[in-house]
């Protein structure tokens, strides 16, 4: 139990193009769900924290206006990289956890190259 | 702030060799200690913790002592197999906080050969 999956698994796209990540978590109901940044030989940085029908709180240096993060579902939430740059490129990371828990359930991730 | 440091990869062992993969943490108070490990194409998976001092939390062969004195969390294993290949992330988390707040340190890529 307790799986989450993102989609895609990697994403390559061309400078100034908008890229949407799919975090879902698949056989619970997610009321919080995280996204990281790992960039090459770095550790995870988390960008924001999401509850579900509320805005997400960003940590401080992530740009709200860039990364987009939509939690609309108890089991989807989105990461939009707007007008995305090669300094975007990165290694996405979301997390789920259920209300009163404090364990994070993590997915795979998600490549992306932006040329 | 909070931070925490680990030794840098790639580790290449042989089968049935020791892993010892280090661990230090800057932090305030008590923080909750964790080992995540990453096989690939899946998502990090908790390995094991510790939530106080001389603790030692133990998993699939997997052991780490929380050792307060020398802000230390180290972790090994006796005996590795091509199976534990993967990267291996330290962790801490304030007190209380379980794991939210997560503050990761960077991974270590362990390869295993037979």
């Known amino acids: 139990g307790a799986v989450v999956s993102q989609h895609p698994s990697w994403v390559i796209c061309k400078s100034g193009t908008s890229v949407k990540i799919e975090c879902r978590s698949l056989?619970?109901?997610?009321?919080?769900m995280f996204w990281y940044r790992q960039f090459p030989k770095q550790s995870l940085m988390l960008m924001a924290t999401?509850?579900?029908?509320?805005?997400?709180?960003?940590e401080q240096g992530v740009e709200k206006d860039k990364f987009l993060i939509n939690h609309a579902s108890l089991t989807l939430s989105t990461l939009t990289v707007t007008s995305a740059h090669p300094e975007d490129s990165s290694f996405y990371i979301c997390?789920?956890?259920?209300?009163?828990?404090?364990?994070?359930?993590f997915g795979p991730g998600t490549r992306l190259t932006v040329l | 702030g909070n931070s925490v440091t680990q030794m840098e990869g790639p580790v290449t062992l042989s089968e049935e060799a020791f892993l010892t993969i280090n661990c230090t943490y800057t932090?305030?108070?008590?923080?909750?200690l964790f080992w995540y490990v990453q096989y690939p194409g899946e998502g990090l998976q908790l390995l094991l913790k510790?939530?106080?001092?001389?603790d030692k939390g133990s998993n699939k062969g997997f052991e780490a002592t929380y050792r307060k004195e020398t802000t230390s969390f180290h972790l090994e294993k006796g005996s590795v197999q091509v199976s534990d290949s993967a990267v291996y992330f330290c962790?801490?988390?304030?007190?209380?906080?379980?794991?939210?707040?997560?503050?990761f340190g960077k991974g270590t890529k362990l390869s295993v050969i037979p």
């Open positions: 997390s789920a956890s259920v209300r009163g828990a404090t364990k994070q359930y």
């Open positions: 056989d619970f109901q997610a009321t919080t």
């Open positions: 999401s509850n579900e029908g509320s805005k997400a709180t960003y």
């Open positions: 932090a305030t108070g008590y923080p909750s």
């Open positions: 510790a939530t106080k001092a001389d």
């Open positions: 962790a801490l988390s304030p007190p209380g906080a379980g794991s939210y707040q997560l503050t």
